[in-house]
């Protein structure tokens, strides 16, 4: 069901039993010059009753009891204005659109009944090259990255700014359960990935055959933002989540991150073509063609990477570099494909491995993470060293 703003007496609330991360949470990174317009949210933030009767319905998308929803929420005009969407439960979220650039913010009502902090949600940067097979697939909308919201049944949503034909999408994935966390090897060559069988990926949501690099240059570092509170059993229901929404709303042949590692410092093969090769992705536009993007599971805006996660981060990256002979600490010369940042022809000068900001005006990797990147680059380049 869609309302509007409603309103309600303010009521006193124990603290959920799947609280979520409270304050913003920015889409995919930090811009390089300015920072990105940050959502605010409307003036009424305390807990409300239910907006009206259950109207939202999930339906089934694929295997690994996977389910989602799309629903036009409209929010025209202009200033501050929300709607609410209630019914069945989801657990991740992500707004698209058609024109305009507005400010977004959400909020959700878990199963408890209890309305959660509202969260600004940045808009996506990352995609395939412009010019590829991919791209001229993929669907021209604009649209926020895929935000992990824990088990809820309401979300309410907040636009500032002109928007035209806004949408709330919204997914779900049963739990698995997978081993322990931590980082297995003891060498540069790979540390342990989980595959996507492992995980639960449905292949039959993939599109074409994984196209491959002819030459590497830098790992990119992203963060997939959302909530920072997820369970261990949660990760593979946010990658498979992940890949419908990068497959089925936004046209991607794939997932669009090579690798992906979770608060509790296990990585996760992402983009389908073997975690070995180089698997051309769709993660940092205008320079996915001489990559690999590695993104850490959370948001880095909002609170500091995990100790295993890092970890887990320079072993991967340790192993892209030191397999074919090059540094991670080091500068270099990068022709772009054409992004917000660095138009196409671009020659940029970049880290070796760099984070998402460096290359498109987004907050990704969050704060938290670009601040420790030249600490990360030298671990990354004694690992490699060491071994």
Request: charged share 20%; net charge positive; with cysteine.
């Amino acid at each position: 069901m869609v309302s509007d703003n409603l309103s309600g007496p303010t009521r006193t609330t124990r603290p959920s039993r799947r609280a979520l991360v409270a304050g913003a949470v920015v889409g995919t990174g930090l811009a390089g010059a300015a920072a990105p317009a940050v959502a605010r949210g409307p003036a009424l933030t305390t807990p409300r009753p239910a907006a009206g009767p259950a109207a939202l319905r999930m339906t089934a998308a694929g295997d690994g009891g996977l389910r989602r929803a799309s629903v036009r929420v409209g929010l025209t005009g202009r200033g501050r204005r929300s709607a609410t969407v209630a019914g069945d439960p989801f657990s991740s979220v992500a707004l698209t659109w058609s024109a305009g650039s507005p400010a977004l913010s959400v909020r959700v009502r878990n199963l408890d009944g209890v309305w959660q902090p509202w969260q600004a949600i940045g808009h996506l940067h990352d995609g395939p090259s412009v010019g590829t097979a991919e791209w001229r697939a993929a669907r021209r909308t604009s649209a926020t990255g895929l935000t992990w919201v824990g088990d809820a049944d309401a979300i309410e949503v907040a636009a500032d700014g002109p928007v035209s034909d806004l949408r709330v999408e919204m997914l779900d994935a049963t739990p698995t359960e997978l081993a322990p966390p931590g980082v297995s090897a003891r060498s540069a060559p790979m540390s342990r990935v989980y595959n996507r069988a492992t995980w639960g990926a449905d292949e039959s949501l993939r599109t074409g055959d994984p196209t491959y690099l002819t030459g590497f240059q830098q790992v990119h570092v992203h963060h997939t933002a959302g909530a920072n509170s997820y369970a261990l059993d949660d990760v593979p229901r946010i990658l498979r989540s992940m890949l419908a929404y990068h497959t089925q709303t936004l046209g991607w042949s794939d997932i669009g991150y090579n690798l992906l590692v979770d608060r509790f410092g296990r990585a996760f093969e992402g983009r389908a073509g073997g975690v070995k090769r180089l698997v051309r992705g769709a993660h940092t536009l205008g320079f996915n063609h001489n990559s690999c993007g590695i993104a850490l599971m959370g948001n880095y805006e909002t609170a500091k990477p995990p100790g295993a996660a890092v970890q887990q981060l320079e072993a991967l990256a340790a192993y892209k570099f030191d397999v074919r002979g090059q540094k991670a600490l080091r500068k270099l010369h990068a022709a772009s494909e054409g992004s917000d940042k660095y138009p196409k022809g671009t020659v940029a000068y970049l880290w070796a491995m760099d984070a998402h900001r460096d290359t498109n005006d987004t907050a990704c990797p969050g704060k938290h993470l670009y601040a420790a990147m030249n600490d990360i680059r030298t671990r990354t380049q004694a690992r490699i060293d060491y071994y």
